[in-house]
């Protein structure tokens, strides 16, 4: 057992509901590309060149020496043989010992460098067979998903047969399976949550799930409290997931909605059916209309004023008592709003928009765009109704074929996380029947609670460095009674290159999460060398020590990603188990559509999504990564819709709480410093900017390391982050390793037993690294890439990542394959449990 040598009474549970990630493949699949024996021979030579090396420097010594026990043709073999490292050649008979014994050093090398290429050849032929047939048998429905190259890729997989037999491994070759490679060690090593090969599943805790645990009497372990009460622990978990896929949820993403929208807009006859509305970023005070982002004016003549009060959003232009041209007019001068808008924060966008123009009147426009709009809106449901390969590439392309007839395309972005691509998403849902014990799992709450506190530390801290860059903002402005409208001080945070809409408020929060960093690092440094270190409380409350900032609760409680390493349930059951605590993120991690909609138990989610705002208010002011795809989209107003505030000019749902910008006041909260913005007029208060659930993206991962080694961090029995190393390019030996490169095996091997690393580990380019190339936070490359140090395909992956970032972070693999407890007849898969820590009580 291991023991937090300064235990306090947790101030934390885990909540009764909690998601599953999982890989949708088998994690066995990886372990056919091994090349073990090419990785045993190569720690061989080594080992031989290290003697060789030994005797080489004998063999020096003895030339140096007045001693001439060679004669004199000897000598000469011998030092052309050391200068080249090659055994003696053209010498026979009896020799004095420093010559055999570099003779046979040297025969020794050139033996086991034979050999390595031989099991190199033959292993890699092997490894090379299973990537492709696994490649053929599973990539397939994977990569329908895929754009450009990808699809290129996707034909050659579904025009190979098993029959095919391996192409020389030429440089294309090569290439081709390395991508292959990471599409694979995609679905079988990550817990993606992306279509059946990263389905997800929820579980609940069930203290009927195990039975008990078995002490050295043989009773159920007698644990008592930090409260004094003592019960008895029962130990275990249920897990009998269901084969298959239970549900799907096949959509069309956000982009299709914005792009039709856009091509309809165009289209002038339909202007007469759509509802106009007042701009929601203005007002009318007395005959005037205020534009609050400029605080510029326009009259309003008394026609245009009754016009505007009719003017509702549901109404449409043909039933109004006034002319299209002077709807049009209205329009014109920015005081209406009369177009077709794309819902805010809506996964199904499309469909919404679809079901607008069946409420159209009857009519030949009305029948025009819903012979465009129905075929289209039916392809998901087809997509969702087949599985095989090409059916499902033929909607795909049928889907972006009709979209590219209307002149509907995506606006071309950045290789950001998480940006749909295709027209059709989809997600996946197994019945996994996961049910664990409350006081198993809250092991975490209890075991890792000065962790979560050093997180809501952060958050505490951060939220009052961005409150005040806020304040910095709105001092600079024209301030009457102590608020500017919400309009006008979004403006002016843009104009400050701060855009809080875009990445302005993360902005602010990454560079406070620095200091935070640089405070923390500071006291890790003295266990830089260790394998592992078990903090202290100290440790974990350095933020609350070492800087001065007002202390709140709401909003600040995480969700935390876990994963227990064990050989089997149970395992378990025995206590013989390891909790790591993966990642904490903000709870909008268990919003993301593409978890929420297969939530079992919504209410029970709710309810404790509730508990962790403590009765505090937050508001939507269009935040662009809210909703930018609708795998991602917040389901923020399904969870907490009594305390969630609208106040965006995007179009809301009209059973949401919606409160225009221009009624909207940016002020400051005189006790806390905090900006936050009510309701004008009646004061109430609508919710603060950085005590809301945008900055924790600014500190995450929430994650320390240190160059070039970060011992493994454990709070008690729970380890809260693995052990990394930091590896540069110019730690790499030069050479060329090209084509199949025994030279790449060796310099592979001797930089692993340098720095110590396990067989398998993570790699991703380093904070440093993505910030020289400018792909930090957005770039694709940013998500961690699982490798096998004892497999050759693998290794030519590393080599290049490291060549093209230049600087590595490299983390164990925690489980490893041996403690993956996850196991169905097609072999192990590894999973996390993403769960949400509420206050205790």
């Given at each position: 057992?291991?023991?937090?040598?300064?235990?306090?009474?947790?101030?934390?549970?885990?909540?009764?509901?909690?998601?599953?990630?999982?890989?949708?493949?088998?994690?066995?699949?990886?372990?056919?590309?091994?090349?073990?024996?090419?990785?045993?021979?190569?720690?061989?030579?080594?080992?031989?060149?290290?003697?060789?090396?030994?005797?080489?420097?004998?063999?020096?010594?003895?030339?140096?020496?007045?001693?001439?026990?060679?004669?004199?043709?000897?000598?000469?073999?011998?030092?052309?043989a050391v200068r080249r490292r090659c055994a003696p050649a053209g010498m026979t008979g009896p020799q004095p010992r420093v010559f055999t014994n570099y003779a046979d050093a040297a025969a020794n090398v050139s033996t086991v460098e034979?050999?390595?290429?031989?099991?190199?050849?033959?292993?890699?032929?092997?490894?090379?067979?299973?990537?492709?047939?696994?490649?053929?048998?599973?990539?397939?429905?994977?990569?329908?998903?895929?754009?450009?190259?990808?699809?290129?890729?996707?034909?050659?997989?579904?025009?190979?047969?098993?029959?095919?037999?391996?192409?020389?491994?030429?440089?294309?070759?090569?290439?081709?399976?390395?991508?292959?490679?990471?599409?694979?060690?995609?679905?079988?090593?990550?817990?993606?949550?992306?279509?059946?090969?990263?389905?997800?599943?929820?579980?609940?805790?069930?203290?009927?799930?195990?039975?008990?645990?078995?002490?050295?009497?043989?009773?159920?372990?007698?644990?008592?409290?930090?409260?004094?009460?003592?019960?008895?622990?029962?130990?275990?978990?249920?897990?009998?997931?269901?084969?298959?896929?239970?549900?799907?949820?096949?959509?069309?993403?956000?982009?299709?909605?914005?792009?039709?929208?856009?091509?309809?807009?165009?289209?002038?006859?339909?202007?007469?059916?759509?509802?106009?509305?007042?701009?929601?970023?203005?007002?009318?005070?007395?005959?005037?209309?205020?534009?609050?982002?400029?605080?510029?004016?326009?009259?309003?003549?008394?026609?245009?004023?009754?016009?505007?009060?009719?003017?509702?959003?549901?109404?449409?232009?043909?039933?109004?008592?006034?002319?299209?041209?002077?709807?049009?007019?209205?329009?014109?001068?920015?005081?209406?709003?009369?177009?077709?808008?794309?819902?805010?924060?809506?996964?199904?966008?499309?469909?919404?928009?679809?079901?607008?123009?069946?409420?159209?009147?009857?009519?030949?426009?009305?029948?025009?765009?819903?012979?465009?709009?129905?075929?289209?809106?039916?392809?998901?449901?087809?997509?969702?109704?087949?599985?095989?390969?090409?059916?499902?590439?033929?909607?795909?392309?049928?889907?972006?074929?009709?979209?590219?007839?209307?002149?509907?395309?995506?606006?071309?972005?950045?290789?950001?996380?998480?940006?749909?691509?295709?027209?059709?998403?989809?997600?996946?849902?197994?019945?996994?029947?996961?049910?664990?014990?409350?006081?198993?799992?809250?092991?975490?709450?209890?075991?890792?609670?000065?962790?979560?506190?050093?997180?809501?530390?952060?958050?505490?801290?951060?939220?009052?460095?961005?409150?005040?860059?806020?304040?910095?903002?709105?001092?600079?402005?024209?301030?009457?009674?102590?608020?500017?409208?919400?309009?006008?001080?979004?403006?002016?945070?843009?104009?400050?290159?701060?855009?809080?809409?875009?990445?302005?408020?993360?902005?602010?929060?990454?560079?406070?999460?620095?200091?935070?960093?640089?405070?923390?690092?500071?006291?890790?440094?003295?266990?830089?060398?260790?394998?592992?270190?078990?903090?202290?409380?100290?440790?974990?409350?350095?933020?609350?020590?070492?800087?001065?900032?007002?202390?709140?609760?709401?909003?600040?409680?995480?969700?935390?990603?876990?994963?227990?390493?064990?050989?089997?349930?149970?395992?378990?059951?025995?206590?013989?188990?390891?909790?790591?605590?993966?990642?904490?993120?903000?709870?909008?991690?268990?919003?993301?559509?593409?978890?929420?909609?297969?939530?079992?138990?919504?209410?029970?989610?709710?309810?404790?999504?509730?508990?962790?705002?403590?009765?505090?208010?937050?508001?939507?002011?269009?935040?662009?990564?809210?909703?930018?795809?609708?795998?991602?989209?917040?389901?923020?107003?399904?969870?907490?819709?009594?305390?969630?505030?609208?106040?965006?000019?995007?179009?809301?749902?009209?059973?949401?709480?919606?409160?225009?910008?221009?009624?909207?006041?940016?002020?400051?909260?005189?006790?806390?410093?905090?900006?936050?913005?009510?309701?004008?007029?009646?004061?109430?208060?609508?919710?603060?900017?950085?005590?809301?659930?945008?900055?924790?993206?600014?500190?995450?991962?929430?994650?320390?390391?240190?160059?070039?080694?970060?011992?493994?961090?454990?709070?008690?029995?729970?380890?809260?982050?693995?052990?990394?190393?930091?590896?540069?390019?110019?730690?790499?030996?030069?050479?060329?390793?090209?084509?199949?490169?025994?030279?790449?095996?060796?310099?592979?091997?001797?930089?692993?037993?340098?720095?110590?690393?396990?067989?398998?580990?993570?790699?991703?380019?380093?904070?440093?690294?993505?910030?020289?190339?400018?792909?930090?936070?957005?770039?694709?490359?940013?998500?961690?890439?699982?490798?096998?140090?004892?497999?050759?395909?693998?290794?030519?992956?590393?080599?290049?990542?490291?060549?093209?970032?230049?600087?590595?972070?490299?983390?164990?693999?925690?489980?490893?394959?041996?403690?993956?407890?996850?196991?169905?007849?097609?072999?192990?898969?590894?999973?996390?449990?993403?769960?949400?820590?509420?206050?205790?009580?």
């Amino acid at each position: 057992m291991f023991g937090f040598a300064e235990r306090v009474p947790s101030a934390y549970r885990v909540a009764p509901i909690f998601l599953i990630r999982m890989a949708g493949v088998p994690f066995e699949i990886l372990e056919r590309l091994a090349t073990p024996e090419t990785i045993s021979v190569a720690r061989e030579v080594r080992a031989r060149r290290e003697e060789l090396t030994k005797a080489s420097a004998e063999a020096e010594n003895f030339f140096r020496s007045p001693e001439r026990l060679l004669s004199e043709q000897a000598f000469r073999a011998l030092r052309v043989a050391v200068r080249r490292r090659c055994a003696p050649a053209g010498m026979t008979g009896p020799q004095p010992r420093v010559f055999t014994n570099y003779a046979d050093a040297a025969a020794n090398v050139s033996t086991v460098e034979s050999n390595l290429h031989a099991t190199l050849e033959r292993e890699l032929g092997v490894a090379r067979a299973a990537l492709l047939e696994s490649a053929r048998t599973l990539l397939p429905r994977h990569l329908v998903f895929g754009v450009g190259g990808v699809r290129e890729l996707l034909a050659d997989l579904l025009a190979a047969s098993a029959s095919s037999g391996l192409t020389r491994r030429n440089a294309r070759a090569g290439d081709r399976e390395r991508h292959l490679l990471l599409y694979l060690q995609r679905i079988c090593a990550k817990n993606d949550t992306f279509s059946e090969f990263g389905p997800t599943g929820w579980g609940k805790i069930d203290n009927e799930a195990g039975g008990s645990r078995a002490t050295s009497t043989g009773k159920p372990e007698k644990v008592d409290e930090p409260g004094g009460e003592s019960i008895n622990h029962i130990w275990g978990m249920k897990l009998v997931p269901r084969p298959g896929v239970a549900l799907r949820e096949a959509f069309l993403e956000r982009w299709t909605a914005h792009a039709i929208a856009a091509v309809m807009n165009a289209d002038p006859e339909i202007f007469a059916e759509l509802s106009p509305r007042l701009d929601p970023n203005g007002r009318i005070d007395k005959q005037m209309f205020i534009f609050t982002e400029s605080g510029d004016t326009t009259p309003l003549t008394s026609e245009e004023a009754g016009i505007i009060k009719r003017c509702d959003g549901k109404t449409p232009v043909h039933a109004l008592p006034a002319s299209p041209e002077t709807i049009r007019a209205l329009v014109g001068k920015k005081i209406l709003r009369c177009t077709v808008e794309v819902p805010a924060l809506e996964p199904h966008a499309f469909a919404i928009l679809r079901e607008d123009v069946e409420k159209w009147r009857d009519g030949n426009v009305r029948a025009k765009w819903l012979s465009i709009l129905q075929p289209i809106a039916e392809l998901p449901r087809k997509f969702a109704g087949t599985v095989e390969p090409k059916d499902r590439q033929g909607i795909l392309d049928e889907t972006r074929s009709r979209f590219q007839s209307l002149g509907a395309v995506r606006k071309p972005g950045d290789r950001f996380l998480y940006s749909a691509a295709n027209p059709i998403g989809e997600e996946c849902f197994r019945e996994c029947n996961f049910r664990i014990d409350e006081d198993l799992i809250n092991e975490v709450a209890v075991e890792a609670a000065p962790w979560i506190d050093f997180w809501r530390d952060s958050y505490a801290f951060i939220a009052s460095r961005v409150a005040a860059g806020l304040r910095s903002v709105l001092e600079k402005m024209s301030i009457q009674n102590g608020t500017v409208p919400l309009p006008a001080f979004l403006r002016a945070c843009e104009a400050a290159k701060l855009p809080l809409t875009g990445s302005g408020l993360v902005g602010l929060a990454v560079m406070a999460f620095q200091e935070v960093k640089t405070a923390f690092r500071e006291r890790l440094l003295p266990h830089i060398g260790s394998e592992e270190y078990e903090l202290s409380l100290d440790d974990c409350h350095v933020v609350r020590e070492n800087f001065q900032y007002p202390k709140f609760d709401e909003y600040t409680y995480p969700s935390a990603d876990l994963q227990i390493a064990a050989q089997s349930i149970d395992a378990v059951a025995r206590g013989q188990y390891q909790w790591i605590l993966a990642e904490l993120h903000p709870p909008p991690a268990l919003l993301h559509h593409c978890m929420y909609w297969a939530c079992p138990d919504k209410a029970a989610l709710n309810d404790a999504l509730a508990r962790t705002v403590a009765g505090r208010p937050s508001f939507h002011f269009g935040f662009f990564a809210a909703d930018f795809t609708a795998h991602t989209a917040v389901r923020l107003f399904d969870a907490l819709l009594e305390l969630s505030n609208f106040v965006a000019p995007q179009r809301g749902n009209s059973n949401w709480r919606i409160v225009p910008p221009a009624e909207a006041e940016v002020y400051v909260d005189e006790t806390s410093g905090d900006v936050c913005v009510r309701k004008m007029g009646t004061r109430e208060s609508l919710g603060s900017f950085a005590r809301a659930w945008v900055i924790p993206l600014g500190f995450h991962p929430f994650q320390f390391g240190l160059a070039p080694h970060t011992p493994r961090l454990r709070c008690g029995r729970v380890i809260v982050q693995r052990r990394t190393w930091t590896v540069t390019r110019e730690e790499f030996p030069a050479g060329d390793y090209t084509g199949v490169s025994r030279d790449l095996v060796l310099a592979m091997e001797r930089l692993r037993t340098q720095k110590n690393w396990p067989r398998r580990v993570y790699i991703r380019p380093t904070e440093q690294a993505l910030r020289r190339s400018g792909a930090e936070g957005r770039d694709k490359d940013t998500k961690p890439v699982f490798i096998d140090l004892e497999s050759y395909l693998f290794l030519e992956i590393f080599q290049r990542w490291l060549m093209k970032s230049g600087e590595l972070e490299v983390t164990e693999m925690l489980p490893d394959p041996d403690h993956l407890l996850w196991c169905e007849p097609d072999g192990r898969r590894t999973f996390e449990l993403r769960t949400l820590i509420v206050p205790r009580g």
